[in-house]
């Protein structure tokens, strides 16, 4: 795919000064055309965890902490299979879920959280999974980027960007944020992408950063918006 033409020199500090003489509207311009471009690199871009209802994506999220999602799906595969409900996290024996989950890493963490987090859906939610920023981020253990991923993905709400490491890496590649805090890079992206686009941006720039922008060897060479970053062919931050 042909790359768009910006004027952004290839190396030197010039690169490095784009946030201070970039207007917001061309910032914005520019996001466009990567989400254009991008949008024709992966058009089937979404969520890699597999799920067939809320709950079920819920509990990938939550068991991919730390984990690839090749390997939450090989686990979900079964699990799903013998838990259905919220209710039966819940009233399922601890020492056997850890054992299920153990492969995802941090286990124990992780089943205390599904437990305790699938009591309150149960007693609370009639086992249903809430569709509101502020009722998911008041669960045990769901933070924003959790409840930006059920809300974006399984509700089709776009109530906030998904910032994990590799949003958070491609935004500052692309000088979309000079910020290091989530939340802080997540208000910075808002800004700049249209709202019905949040969703679709950050499975956009997971996906990237996943085949093309890798972190520790960026593959600027044949990257689709090599010519849309300002960060092309410089070594990515150590």
């Not at 020199?9 to 201070?20: C, E, L």
């Not at 996290?89 to 992780?110: C, H, V």
């Not at 890496?169 to 944020?177: D, H, I, K, P, Q």
């Not at 990237?208 to 593959?219: E, L, N, S, T």
């Amino acid at each position: 795919m042909a790359c768009v033409s910006l004027n952004f020199g290839r190396g030197g500090d010039d690169n490095d000064n784009v946030m201070a003489v970039e207007s917001r509207s061309d910032r914005k311009k520019r996001v466009s055309k990567i989400i254009n471009v991008l949008s024709k690199v992966y058009p089937d871009a979404r969520v890699e965890l597999n799920y067939s209802n809320p709950l079920e994506l819920l509990i990938a999220t939550i068991l991919s902490a730390q984990c690839t999602d090749k390997r939450v799906n090989m686990v979900t595969a079964e699990l799903f299979k013998k838990y259905r409900t919220a209710a039966d996290y819940a009233n399922a024996d601890l020492s056997e879920l850890e054992k299920e989950i153990k492969s995802t890493g941090f286990y124990r963490n992780k089943a205390k959280t599904i437990q305790a987090v699938c009591k309150v859906l149960a007693e609370k939610y009639s086992g249903q999974v809430p569709a509101s920023m502020e009722l998911l981020t008041a669960l045990p253990g769901v933070g924003r980027k959790t409840a930006n991923v059920l809300l974006g993905n399984a509700f089709g709400i776009n109530a906030g960007i998904v910032v994990d490491t590799h949003v958070s890496r491609l935004a500052n590649r692309l000088r979309l944020t000079e910020e290091e805090d989530p939340e802080k890079i997540e208000r910075d992206l808002m800004e700049l992408v249209p709202r019905e686009l949040w969703t679709k941006f950050s499975n956009l720039l997971i996906w990237h950063g996943r085949r093309r922008c890798i972190a520790r060897k960026p593959d600027c060479a044949n990257c689709e918006i090599r010519n849309l970053c300002p960060s092309a062919d410089k070594p990515a931050k150590k």
